[in-house]
């Protein structure tokens, strides 16, 4: 078993399947591209283990507290692992992970969302280690997300030449 999936195991984590978007949901557009080295992964939102979207749903300062942010983007972290997974055949072909793009659905007021990606970033680097795992980041508030959920984000990582 590749070292990173090990990991995972370890902790427990699970790779969610492929999303399942709602009925009547057209989603035109390639969730991991490609590029040579470098590889970009669109918008990933928190799955469930069958690919559907996991709650809580709705707005952080108002719906979902920083905590329950938090989990929320640990399950992002796994849905866009998930997706590499699928379409580099192994996640340790990933030599460093470079930029993480973190939206965070909330209310005007709410100013926490570093802690809320948080959560996506503490799981990448405890499964990657400081070497691979370090990456630039930021995290944003945004008035909405797609179908309600708290945290969407996206990325790039590098692949070993």
């Not at 100013?111 to 980041?137: C, K, W």
Request: glycine share 12%; net charge negative; proline share 7%.
């Amino acid at each position: 078993m590749a070292l990173i999936e090990q990991r995972l195991a370890q902790l427990g984590l699970k790779l969610p399947a492929q999303i399942q978007p709602p009925p009547g949901v057209s989603l035109p557009f390639a969730f991991v591209q490609v590029q040579g080295t470098r590889v970009l992964f669109s918008g990933h939102g928190p799955l469930n283990d069958d690919g559907s979207i996991a709650g809580p749903l709705g707005k952080l300062g108002q719906d979902l507290t920083v905590e329950q942010g938090y989990e929320q983007a640990r399950r992002v972290a796994l849905s866009v692992l998930g997706s590499l997974k699928r379409a580099l055949g192994d996640l340790d072909r990933i030599s460093a992970w470079t930029r993480v793009f973190g939206m965070v659905n909330c209310t005007p007021d709410f100013a926490a969302q570093p802690a809320v990606i948080n959560g996506f970033s503490h799981l990448i680097l405890e499964l990657y280690g400081e070497d691979r795992g370090m990456h630039t980041r930021s995290a944003v508030g945004m008035a909405a997300l797609p179908f309600n959920i708290p945290v969407e984000i996206e990325g790039e990582v590098a692949l070993y030449g």
